[in-house]
């Protein structure tokens, strides 16, 4: 499985902004996608998860701002960020699993920065 996220960039505090990752290769189900960021000098911490069964789940920080979505026809996982602060600056990884092996997949990151 190959994962390509884009959409990251500079914006200003407030405003929105989403993310894509695109996977490809063997994407089977059940499978669990997530999003994760790491802002600079901390470690990768998990934002949010979309499992293909649809339950979707949040961490603290970015409930109710964030929305994660995926397309499976397209086999896409999304983040819609929405009301954005300075502490929102980091890199944003996504990551795909199997279900049925656990088997791990991470992205290359896209990088969101966000100014005062």
């Known amino acids: 499985v190959q994962l390509q996220a884009s959409g990251g960039g500079l914006v200003q505090a407030g405003d929105s902004l989403r993310l894509s990752c695109a996977a490809s290769g063997s994407i089977d189900s059940p499978n669990i996608m997530r999003w994760y960021r790491q802002a600079p000098g901390n470690q990768r911490k998990w934002i949010a998860t979309s499992e293909s069964n649809g339950r979707t789940n949040y961490a603290d920080s970015v409930k109710d701002r964030f929305t994660i979505s995926r397309d499976n026809a397209k086999n896409t996982l999304y983040l819609r960020m929405n009301t954005l602060s300075p502490e929102d600056t980091a890199v944003y990884y996504c990551?795909?699993?199997?279900?049925?092996?656990?088997?791990?997949?991470w992205g290359q990151g896209t990088l969101v920065t966000v100014s005062s």
């Open positions: 990551n795909f699993q199997l279900q049925l092996t656990q088997r791990s997949y």
